[in-house]
């Protein structure tokens, strides 16, 4: 499974957002550093419109989202590169993830005590990268370390690229600034990633604001300083009320959705943040669709339709003959697959079929 972090300075709202995240109380929202110790782990269905709509056309008896799974990890000081606060912890919890939700304050509130300070959300996104960085400088030394004897006594071709992608991140790692900004070729990012260096995790930040900038976010000057950050970095920018997310879970559905319209929201800032973790992690959703249960597949993007059978069961991947597939807007357009395949919309695909999102799949196997 694979895995989001969510970072950041304390008290910047990670454990409210993680509640909203789960809809559920599982971490201590407190205002006091270190209030999450140990990473709490929750499993967040992805939000989907198509499975309520192919609910209705099936006549289902039960649906089953996506998953994607998230941690709230503990709050991160100054100087966690060297141990300071729960930085050991805080280094090797998020050296387990595979993508990086940093929580940044947006928001002014006196009674809400802020570590620094003060509020200055790129000053914070540059605390916690200047102690990835450090964290990495460590590694790379180790590594760098490692090549050179390797190539001392052999030569080793692997070896010498090691040490051409260190000479190329190390003035990135040094300036306090995220490895993955380096420019490397795809093979080199390849090698990059296979270190599981903490700088190279692709990151979404999450700007945390008051319920009032919800509707003008571009008029919070926080808001537009993150995102002039992120842009220089290529990282995405959700805006979210963390606070407001973690009241909205006590509604029902209907009423979330007046209490947004009345807010002038389209959507939920968690359903926009789940969706793009969804995607950093290069993840998509491939649909079943019967009586007995719509479904959402979680497979990599990318994926061959056999490799995409095994999601289902591993005999169907074994036994594999071909895939069954109407687009999602094609099959709605038509309201069955029945008529799908009479307006020659649905396709048989074979085994070199690279899966698309929103593909409505029937499998053909045999064992």
Same mark, same amino acid.
């Given at each position: 499974?694979? +895995?989001?972090g969510?970072? @950041?300075?304390p008290?910047?709202?990670? *454990?409210?957002l993680f509640?909203?995240?789960?809809a559920q109380?599982?971490a201590?929202? #407190?205002?006091?550093?270190f209030?999450?110790?140990?990473?709490?782990v929750?499993?967040?269905?992805v939000p989907?419109?198509?499975?309520?709509?192919?609910?209705?056309?099936?006549?289902?008896?039960?649906?089953?989202?996506?998953?994607?799974?998230?941690?709230?990890i503990?709050?991160?000081?100054?100087?966690?590169?060297?141990?300071?606060?729960?930085?050991? +912890?805080?280094? #090797?919890?998020?050296?387990?993830?595979?993508a990086?939700?940093q929580?940044v304050?947006?928001?002014d509130?006196?009674?809400?005590?802020?570590?620094?300070? *003060?509020?200055?959300?790129?000053?914070d996104?540059?605390?916690?990268?200047?102690?990835l960085?450090?964290?990495?400088?460590?590694s790379?030394?180790?590594?760098r370390?490692k090549?050179?004897?390797a190539?001392?006594?052999s030569?080793?071709?692997?070896?010498?690229?090691?040490?051409?992608?260190l000479?190329?991140i190390?003035p990135?790692?040094?300036?306090g600034?995220?490895? =993955?900004?380096?420019?490397?070729?795809?093979?080199?990012?390849?090698?990059?990633?296979?270190?599981?260096?903490?700088?190279?995790?692709?990151?979404?930040?999450?700007?945390?604001?008051?319920e009032?900038?919800l509707?003008?976010?571009? @008029?919070n000057?926080h808001? +537009?300083?993150? /995102?002039?950050h992120?842009?220089?970095e290529n990282a995405?920018v959700?805006v979210?009320?963390?606070?407001?997310?973690?009241?909205?879970?006590?509604?029902?559905?209907?009423? =979330?959705?007046?209490?947004?319209?009345d807010?002038?929201?389209a959507?939920?800032?968690?359903?926009?943040?789940?969706? #793009?973790?969804?995607?950093?992690l290069?993840?998509?959703?491939?649909?079943?669709a019967g009586?007995?249960e719509?479904?959402?597949?979680?497979?990599?993007?990318?994926?061959?339709?056999?490799?995409?059978?095994?999601?289902?069961?591993?005999?169907?991947? /074994?036994?594999?003959i =071909?895939?069954?597939?109407?687009?999602?807007?094609?099959?709605?357009?038509?309201?069955? /697959?029945?008529?799908?395949?009479?307006?020659?919309?649905?396709?048989?695909?074979?085994?070199?079929?690279?899966?698309?999102? @929103?593909?409505?799949?029937?499998?053909?196997f045999?064992?």
């Amino acid at each position: 499974m694979l +895995q989001a972090g969510i970072v @950041g300075l304390p008290n910047v709202g990670k *454990s409210t957002l993680f509640n909203a995240l789960t809809a559920q109380e599982a971490a201590l929202a #407190a205002n006091y550093p270190f209030a999450t110790i140990e990473p709490n782990v929750g499993m967040v269905a992805v939000p989907d419109e198509r499975l309520a709509v192919l609910e209705k056309l099936n006549k289902a008896q039960k649906v089953v989202p996506a998953t994607v799974e998230f941690l709230d990890i503990a709050g991160l000081v100054r100087g966690a590169s060297k141990g300071e606060g729960l930085g050991n +912890q805080f280094l #090797a919890n998020i050296r387990e993830t595979h993508a990086i939700i940093q929580v940044v304050r947006c928001f002014d509130d006196d009674n809400i005590v802020h570590v620094e300070g *003060s509020v200055d959300p790129v000053r914070d996104i540059e605390t916690i990268q200047i102690e990835l960085a450090l964290a990495d400088l460590a590694s790379a030394a180790k590594r760098r370390e490692k090549a050179a004897r390797a190539i001392k006594a052999s030569g080793d071709k692997a070896a010498k690229t090691e040490i051409e992608i260190l000479d190329r991140i190390q003035p990135f790692l040094e300036e306090g600034r995220p490895a =993955r900004a380096a420019d490397l070729t795809d093979d080199e990012r390849a090698i990059l990633k296979s270190w599981f260096f903490l700088s190279t995790k692709p990151t979404i930040y999450a700007a945390n604001v008051d319920e009032e900038t919800l509707a003008n976010p571009d @008029g919070n000057a926080h808001v +537009q300083a993150v /995102r002039k950050h992120a842009a220089s970095e290529n990282a995405d920018v959700v805006v979210i009320c963390a606070k407001l997310e973690a009241e909205l879970v006590a509604l029902d559905p209907e009423e =979330r959705a007046e209490y947004l319209k009345d807010l002038g929201l389209a959507s939920s800032g968690v359903d926009e943040l789940i969706k #793009a973790a969804y995607h950093m992690l290069g993840l998509m959703s491939f649909l079943t669709a019967g009586e007995k249960e719509v479904r959402a597949w979680t497979i990599p993007i990318g994926t061959k339709a056999p490799a995409a059978a095994g999601e289902i069961h591993t005999d169907i991947e /074994r036994g594999f003959i =071909r895939a069954e597939i109407v687009g999602y807007d094609d099959l709605v357009a038509c309201g069955s /697959r029945k008529a799908a395949s009479e307006k020659g919309l649905a396709r048989l695909e074979g085994k070199e079929y690279i899966m698309q999102d @929103g593909d409505v799949v029937d499998f053909r196997f045999n064992v």
